[in-house]
């Protein structure tokens, strides 16, 4: 068997690099950057709280953007380097350093370019993510509140502004159901592919027989709804329900009746708040997230028909994606794509990365199938 020449594989992954730069459009980024360095720098940028935040998160993540391209290019470039000091020298620690590191490099290079694949209409969107406990009881709530703090790890690992805009507590242990939001640009295109039913196989920590229980949560991936989208809603097709926040113990609970739970009687979709103290400031936000719900609904109505004109059958919302066995064996995988691993404790950890950029190609391709 022939052994591939790193230099060309060197050659190979800079092409790919060039690619991404040019379908990224390095140079309009690099341009936005000097707009949004000019937004960040006037005096009166945080007299608008929110749209300050909105400008310096972007900023933020474009830079990482470009910090992340400039820094492959000069791995690359170092990596030449590096080969050729341990042809120079006859080394074979270096060689296999410089091994190490082209693997390495594949693998970054290859999640650079899942980044190009996020072109749909809501990608670029920050994400509302909602969670509820499925069957399985008491299990299912605490399997939906370590789905929670899976992707809140995951958002805390990227650098990622996350806020939690609710959450209703189980009795026993657990939670009902929770909404957050990931407040970085694409969080949407990249976490969609989560939208789903997750499975959980374990000895539960709630039986004191440790029998094995399978449990289920769902979880909810919507697009933050923008100024420039349209979405009607009339007040009569809403009931507002004022309740008191709840909590864990009652610490730092509020207090009062500030807590809004919204019906949109229409759909049936239900939205709550209650991380604000104002009940007003509760009301704006959950009307913000059912907003993003009904811009999503639209979304998937509008693909049911283009597909049902062309014919096709599709998979429903809410089935489920992926197993995470705890007992008797340990292993994730996703039912989709087939990526599996072997620690669960990593994935539920907030390592979601692999699963993730798998699933976009998966996406990706099943989207341009249905072209």
């Given at each position: 068997?022939?052994?591939i020449?790193?230099?060309?594989?060197?050659?190979?992954l800079t092409?790919?690099?060039?690619?991404?730069?040019?379908?990224?459009?390095?140079?309009?980024?690099?341009k936005q950057?000097?707009?949004?360095?000019?937004?960040?720098?006037?005096?009166?940028?945080?007299?608008?709280?929110?749209q300050?935040?909105?400008?310096?998160?972007?900023l933020?993540?474009?830079?990482?953007?470009?910090?992340?391209?400039?820094?492959?290019?000069r791995?690359l470039?170092?990596?030449?380097?590096l080969?050729?000091?341990?042809?120079?020298?006859?080394?074979?620690?270096?060689?296999?350093?410089?091994?190490r590191?082209?693997?390495?490099?594949?693998?970054d290079?290859?999640?650079?370019e899942v980044r190009?694949l996020?072109?749909?209409?809501?990608?670029?969107?920050?994400?509302?993510?909602?969670?509820?406990?499925q069957?399985?009881?008491?299990?299912?709530?605490?399997?939906?509140?370590m789905?929670q703090?899976?992707?809140?790890r995951?958002?805390?690992r990227?650098?990622y502004?996350?806020?939690?805009?609710?959450?209703?507590y189980?009795?026993?242990?657990g939670?009902?159901?929770?909404?957050?939001?990931?407040?970085?640009?694409?969080?949407?295109?990249?976490?969609r592919?989560?939208?789903?039913?997750?499975?959980?196989?374990?000895?539960?920590?709630?039986d004191?027989?440790?029998?094995?229980?399978?449990?289920?949560?769902?979880?909810?991936?919507?697009?933050v709804?923008?100024?420039t989208?349209?979405?009607?809603?009339?007040?009569?097709?809403?009931?507002?329900?004022?309740?008191?926040?709840?909590?864990?113990?009652?610490?730092?609970?509020?207090?009062t009746?500030?807590?809004?739970?919204?019906?949109?009687?229409?759909?049936?979709?239900?939205?709550?708040?209650q991380?604000?103290?104002s009940?007003?400031?509760?009301?704006?936000?959950?009307?913000a997230?059912?907003?993003?719900?009904l811009?999503?609904?639209?979304?998937?109505?509008?693909?049911?028909?283009?597909?049902e004109?062309?014919?096709?059958?599709?998979?429903?919302?809410?089935?489920?994606i992926?197993?995470?066995?705890l007992?008797?064996?340990?292993?994730?995988k996703?039912?989709r794509?087939?990526?599996?691993?072997?620690?669960?404790s990593?994935?539920?950890?907030?390592?979601?990365?692999?699963?993730?950029?798998?699933?976009?190609?998966w996406?990706?391709r099943?989207?341009?199938?249905?072209?």
């Open positions: 068997m022939a052994l020449d790193p230099a060309e594989e060197i050659t190979e092409g790919t690099l060039n690619s991404i730069q040019d379908v990224l459009d390095v140079d309009a980024i690099r950057l000097e707009e949004l360095g000019e937004q960040a720098a006037a005096p009166d940028l945080w007299n608008d709280q929110e300050a935040q909105k400008v310096t998160s972007k933020s993540y474009l830079q990482g953007e470009i910090n992340r391209i400039e820094s492959l290019s791995r470039e170092d990596l030449s380097v080969y050729e000091l341990a042809a120079a020298e006859d080394d074979e620690d270096t060689r296999e350093e410089a091994d590191e082209l693997a390495t490099l594949k693998g290079i290859g999640a650079l190009t996020l072109s749909g209409e809501y990608d670029a969107r920050e994400a509302v993510v909602t969670i509820q406990s069957a399985g009881g008491v299990d299912a709530a605490d399997w939906a509140q789905l703090r899976m992707y809140l995951w958002a805390e990227k650098g502004p996350a806020e939690v805009y609710e959450t209703s189980a009795e026993e242990a939670i009902k159901s929770t909404t957050f939001t990931v407040k970085a640009p694409y969080a949407y295109g990249t976490l592919g989560e939208h789903g039913t997750h499975r959980l196989v374990r000895i539960s920590p709630f004191n027989q440790g029998r094995r229980q399978t449990s289920f949560a769902g979880v909810d991936v919507v697009p709804v923008e100024t989208d349209h979405i009607d809603i009339n007040e009569d097709d809403l009931r507002v329900d004022v309740y008191r926040s709840s909590g864990p113990g009652g610490q730092g609970v509020n207090t009746d500030s807590a809004v739970r919204l019906t949109h009687l229409p759909t049936g979709i239900v939205v709550s708040c991380n604000e103290r009940q007003l400031q509760n009301k704006a936000t959950a009307m997230v059912l907003q993003s719900k811009l999503e609904r639209k979304r998937q109505e509008e693909a049911a028909a283009l597909n004109i062309r014919g096709e059958s599709t998979t429903s919302w809410g089935t489920q992926r197993n995470y066995v007992h008797p064996y340990q292993i994730v996703d039912l794509t087939g990526t599996e691993a072997g620690n669960p990593a994935v539920l950890d907030g390592d979601l990365d692999e699963f993730i950029e798998s699933e976009i190609r996406t990706r099943q989207e341009s199938g249905a072209e």
